[in-house]
């Protein structure tokens, strides 16, 4: 090579712009995703307590199980004497399959830990919602007020599913264009998962009623409606192939008029998370809705009307079911941010002084990523063998001792005589403990038993005057409820009972053999 084509090397290279320093830290996780990793991390360590409070998540594993055992999805009742053989709409079977295959390699732990991460996820796809706003700290504000309401119902059950997939949904038709024709196949997934898939239809509803409101009032005009479904003529098929899809299950139709049975009737007056928020306890839904209505008192008319609707619908869903505060919290994250965002600007920009710096390219996915492989390695390590991780994760994730496994104890090496009659939660921890072995009364599946035995149920525990012809009418022979239960004291003064059993959570009463029916 000549001197002078070295120099011309040297003179290119030196008038070339340098490559930009930061290009390696591409890999540097966002703070969407440093803020899913820190809230599992968070959950993980902290809430594995409270996420079993629930017996359902006892009896969802115990029915994975059997289904995994038979190759076939229950349709009847196997587990009671009350119900044993009634249709019953396993509406959450796959999420019961999928409960019971990590139950068989990380126990309840893995159980825990999996819904943990499908928590962290939802929030992670809450920020992508913000990502229009670029204002990272409008987004942490935001899903903040999401992640402190969903802890009221933080539990490893498969609702956790319709948190994740919702705000798919919701991202998915805030994006728009074509791809929202993932709708229904994440619909029909769903709709196998849990009941909440019909929150994914209301989702493309509302906007499809709010793009109809943002046309103004002339769009409910006769002369109007083809000009608004030839301009919605893609969410409108969308729509239509979503409710066909979430019939692509074992039961059909069926599930569809599900959700709509199991919150009404005797269940939406006597479960406690379908009943309404106690509003002097829960003070933060409280101020939730106060924050609603201070901000729709100053943005109220600059409020776009699919989140006006958002606020009206989801505010609706948790003054009458308690068990959908979380959810308004999570769905109404679009509202915070458009109502929030010209305040955040105007803070944001009165805080920087000077020259803007150049921003620093961050990773989306280098998180949740990492968020994964945290889950799965810690439901690794409560699949080994080591005695230390055993320990510590029966510190973490601690079966309730209100459930006495030294009473399940004392049941199988001394079965009683009759049937049984239990609290509904213990119901929850026999069904997963004994299985069909011991034929519970009653169980968290309350949707299967009805109104009818629900209200008996409700009779006798609660010590009505119908309690004693009840307990002959379904031949109880043995009863098995808290300790210090009313029925409990009450049983201990009839002379046809004796008590068998007792510790420190639960007795186990007899009917002596001269009084049984």
């Known amino acids: 090579m000549s001197r002078d084509s070295i120099q011309n090397s040297k003179s290119k290279i030196q008038n070339s712009p340098s490559p930009p320093l930061y290009r390696s830290s591409r890999l540097l996780p966002d703070i969407g995703g440093i803020y899913c990793l820190v809230v599992f991390l968070a959950l993980t360590a902290f809430a594995g307590r409270s996420a079993l409070l629930d017996g359902d ?55 825990v830990i999996f819904y943990f991460l499908l928590a962290a996820m939802s929030f992670w796809l809450l920020f992508q919602l913000a990502e229009p706003y670029d204002n990272p700290w409008l987004a942490i504000f935001c899903v903040s007020i999401a992640l402190t309401l969903a802890q009221m119902h933080l539990l490893a059950r498969p609702h956790i599913f319709t948190w994740f997939f919702g705000t798919l949904v ?30 994914g239809l209301v989702l493309q509803g509302l906007f499809l009623l709010g793009h109809a409101l943002e046309s103004g009032w002339r769009t409910f005009l006769p002369d109007h409606w083809r000009a608004f479904f030839g301009e919605q003529q893609r969410p409108i098929l969308v729509l239509l192939l979503s409710i066909g899809a979430a019939i692509l299950n074992p039961f059909g139709y069926k599930i569809l008029l599900f959700p709509f049975q199991v919150s009404a009737g005797v269940f939406s007056t006597s479960v406690a998370e379908w009943v309404g928020p106690d509003m002097q306890g829960n003070w933060p839904f409280r101020f939730f809705i106060l924050f609603i209505l201070f901000l729709l008192f100053f943005r109220g008319p600059e409020i776009r009307w699919t989140n006006r609707l958002f606020v009206l619908f989801f505010l609706d869903q948790a003054l009458t079911h308690s068990r959908h505060v979380s959810i308004a919290g999570i769905f109404l994250t679009p509202f915070f941010l458009e109502a929030l965002q010209p305040w955040f600007d105007q803070a944001r920009a009165w805080l ?116 004693n012809s009840l307990l002959r009418s379904y031949d109880i022979g043995w009863v098995i409820f808290p300790e210090s239960d009313p029925l409990i004291l009450y049983l201990r003064e009839q002379k046809e009972w004796k008590e068998v059993y007792r510790d420190d959570q639960v007795s186990i009463l007899e009917r002596k053999a001269a009084e049984r029916p």
């Open 352 to 467: 920087k002084k000077g020259p803007e710096k150049p921003q620093v390219p961050l990773s989306k996915v280098t998180a949740p990523v990492l968020t994964i492989f945290a889950a799965v390695t810690l439901m690794a390590f409560g699949a080994s063998a080591s005695p230390s991780w055993k320990s510590a994760y029966q510190e973490l994730f601690p079966i309730p001792a209100r459930y006495s496994p030294a009473a399940i104890a004392y049941l199988k090496e001394h079965p009683p005589a009759g049937k049984m009659f239990n609290k509904d939660d213990l119901g929850d921890y026999l069904l997963y403990s004994l299985g069909p072995d011991f034929q519970v009364f009653i169980d968290g599946r309350l949707d299967m038993y009805g109104e009818g035995i629900v209200k008996d149920y409700l009779k006798m525990s609660r010590v009505r005057k119908e309690t």
């Open 170 to 199: 919701l991202l998915l038709l805030s994006r728009g264009g074509r791809i929202i024709y993932l709708l229904p196949p994440i619909t029909a997934l769903w709709a196998n998962l849990h009941g909440g898939f019909v929150l």
């Open 57 to 111: 998540t006892l009896w969802h594993i115990k029915v994975g199980e059997v289904m995994l055992q038979r190759g076939a999805v229950l349709t009847k009742d196997i587990f009671s004497h009350t119900a044993h053989g009634h249709p019953w709409i396993a509406h959450e079977w796959l999420s019961e399959v999928l409960m019971a295959l990590i139950h068989s390699w990380a126990g309840i732990p893995g159980v």
